[in-house]
């Protein structure tokens, strides 16, 4: 029969073999790892994406929260995301929320916040500003070596924006019929305009509008307060003190000392 001495080299060969595998293997997986973890992350967002606005045509909104929240936990420059949260939040009528993330689906594109009273041409220079100085865009485990395509890009543009802030417009206005209708007053109004960063917004409304610009309103927050100075008091003296040696003298004048013996 054979000798096993002769079957020790073809093992050590195919064992050798299975590693130089492995190895290779292991080494393609490696340099297609951030295509992989790329391709898995972007399956992620756009089912996620999908079911946003499925939801949101089915006036799921709750529903629609999560999925788009779940968008920007993992891509927070995702434009839509952020518009879908918007609509989500007006569909639940949280205001506050709804105008935040509609300001943030804007500053995605824009870069900054642009005023309130900027025209499509002034945010048209603002994405053009944008997209001349931005970076390729790249997110962790996407492919870093490609820019956002052009006609992706495209799809952002003026009137684009300019739609996303006649919504957030529509739930600042009507954040503020319904802070009317709950009796807040002026002040409470122009306080949360001004925490949403929109101090400069002029309501629809011609009543709102001339309750959260009253001259008279405005001149009383804008005065300084009077400083109430407390009255000078004496100060409180106390039980009087004990004239021990007027008692002592008129004890002894009156007899007492001597009597006493």
């Known amino acids: 029969g054979p000798k096993k001495g002769n079957a020790r080299p073809v093992v050590i060969a195919v064992a050798a073999v299975l590693i130089l595998w492995v190895l290779v293997i292991a080494a393609v997986l490696l340099l297609l790892a951030p295509r992989i973890k790329g391709?898995?992350?972007?399956?992620?967002i756009d089912r996620r994406l999908e079911l946003g606005r499925r939801y949101l045509s089915e006036m799921e909104y709750e529903k629609a929260v999560a999925m788009y929240s779940g968008?920007?936990?993992?891509?927070e420059r995702n434009t839509e995301a952020y518009v879908?949260?918007?609509?989500?939040?007006?569909?639940l009528l949280e205001w506050t929320p709804a105008v935040q993330n509609y300001d943030e689906a804007v500053i995605t594109v824009t870069g900054v916040l642009p005023q309130d009273s900027a025209t499509e041409d002034e945010i048209g220079v603002l994405i053009?500003?944008?997209?001349?100085?931005?970076e390729p865009y790249t997110e962790d485990g996407a492919d870093d070596t490609q820019p956002v395509p052009e006609e992706?890009?495209?799809?952002y543009d003026g009137p684009f924006i300019m739609?996303?802030?006649?919504?957030?417009?529509s739930a600042l206005e009507m954040g503020l019929q319904e802070m009317a209708a709950s009796?807040?007053?002026a002040a409470q109004m122009r306080g949360w305009l001004d925490e949403l960063g929109h101090a400069d917004y002029t309501p629809e409304d011609p009543e709102i509008d001339e309750l959260i610009h009253d001259p008279e309103a405005l001149q009383e927050e804008a005065a300084p307060a009077e400083e109430?100075?407390?009255?000078?008091?004496?100060p409180d003296p106390g039980p009087p003190a004990r004239d021990w040696i007027g008692i002592y003298s008129s004890f002894i004048l009156d007899g007492g000392y001597w009597n006493s013996g």
């Not at 391709?39 to 992620?44: C, G």
């Not at 968008?71 to 891509?75: E, L, N, P």
């Not at 053009?128 to 931005?134: D, K, L």
């Not at 739609?163 to 417009?169: A, E």
């Open 39 to 44: 391709s898995a992350r972007n399956y992620v």
């Open 163 to 169: 739609d996303v802030i006649v919504r957030r417009d």
């Open 228 to 234: 109430i100075i407390p009255e000078e008091t004496e």
């Open 152 to 155: 992706e890009a495209a799809i």
């Open 128 to 134: 053009s500003q944008v997209q001349a100085s931005e």
């Open 71 to 75: 968008v920007v936990r993992i891509d």
């Open 183 to 185: 009796g807040a007053d």
């Open 84 to 91: 879908g949260l918007g609509d989500a939040y007006t569909g």
